[in-house]
């Protein structure tokens, strides 16, 4: 075995290319996995183009390697590993806490303050290579009915899936979900399943097109959306302002569900959160929702694949991060890449 692979890596704001990197070695706990599926991410264009907050906080710097949506097979194991992992399809936690905090000890890793990040803070690299080493503790073993597109869309699944949950939906609440990007359509796609009415409001005219196309029929613009009491609303944008419309929009005793990140501070009236009797409750990460998802996706009960609009090599991925569509995409907002694809 080649003693390098190819890996991207970003060096500066705006500046990533391929790179010949030493293979991971996995560690006491850790596995190394062939990575077959990776998707790209709102947060790998912030990372890309240096507005992620992170880089100026210290949590991360370049050079970095991204990716954090994957799948792939496990292909080696280190001290302390069962070797029965050898050969598994897996997908893996974005969020590795140091296991011993109080918050790792109550079963909240993803928020435990040392945590890694896998390709997003230093100390991780991410997935956007032909190899990747994870702690066994953070793998999730894959189904044979979830194919390497249904993997990749595992992780942004998880978060969907906590933010549908988090709206606490009954069969015939209505609930409306703004942003019909990636998250804000899984997120429909898994209120859907509750039996939940999903309306879906966005900006453009192709987006919503693409989530009629899905089967969402109730889409809309701020402009024309119906005056309709919503049981709970679901901010999935990055529109500083929508946070405060989800707030006016939902029902008194309803649930607001913020998942979305504006690139500037937003705010809300908390006179009006607690005269409307409401719950908002935020969501970080998918940690928790990663095997219902995987569930989910294995029975069928949600199928994201059409979401995956084009599927590259890694010597593509610089041009998207910088805003090029590939001339053959399909509608869908979601790019994958196989690292393994020249």
């Known amino acids: 075995m080649s003693a390098t692979m190819r890996a991207l890596v970003l060096t500066a704001p705006g500046e990533c290319s391929v790179h010949e990197v030493p293979v991971p070695v996995a560690a006491p706990g850790e596995a190394v996995i062939d990575v077959e599926r990776v998707g790209v991410c709102g947060t790998d264009v912030e990372l890309f183009t240096g507005e992620m907050a992170y880089l100026h906080q210290g949590h991360s710097s370049f050079p970095l390697r991204l990716g954090h949506e994957w799948c792939g097979a496990v292909t080696e194991v280190g001290d302390g590993v069962d070797p029965a992992w050898i050969g598994r399809r897996v997908i893996g936690d974005t969020m590795i806490g140091d296991g011993t905090c109080r918050r790792c000890r109550r079963g909240r890793r993803h928020v435990c303050r040392d945590r890694q990040e896998v390709g997003i803070r230093d100390g991780r690299p991410g997935a956007l290579a ?24 595992v992780e942004p ?21 703004l942003g019909p990007g990636t998250i804000g359509l899984l997120a429909a796609m898994f209120a859907r399943a509750a039996g939940a009415e999903v309306h879906l409001m966005g900006v453009t005219p192709d987006s919503l097109a693409f989530a009629r196309s899905l089967g969402f ?22 529109a500083a302002h929508l946070p405060a419309l989800a707030l006016d929009l939902v029902e008194p005793a309803g649930r607001l569900v913020y998942i979305g990140l504006a690139g500037t501070p937003s705010t809300i009236d908390t006179r009006a959160l607690a005269l409307k009797d409401i719950t908002a409750v935020g969501v970080l990460s998918g940690s928790s929702g990663l095997d219902a998802t995987i569930r ?8 994201p694949r059409p979401l995956v609009a084009a599927t590259f090599g890694l010597d593509q991925v610089a041009a998207v991060l910088g805003g090029r569509r590939p001339a053959d995409a399909g509608a869908g907002p979601k790019f994958h890449v196989d690292p393994r694809q020249s």
Request: proline share 8%; hydrophobic share 45%; net charge negative.
């Open 130 to 153: 032909e190899r990747l080493a994870m702690p066994v503790s953070s793998l999730h073993v894959l189904p044979d009915a979830v194919d390497p597109v249904l993997g990749a869309l």
């Open 157 to 177: 699944g998880g978060n969907a899936w906590r933010a549908a949950r988090a709206a606490d939906l009954d069969p015939g609440d209505r609930v409306l979900v």
């Open 217 to 238: 029929e109730r889409t809309w613009t701020e402009r024309n959306l119906p005056r309709l009491p919503f049981d709970a609303v679901i901010d999935a944008s990055n």
């Open 296 to 303: 989910a996706y294995a029975e069928g009960a949600v199928d």
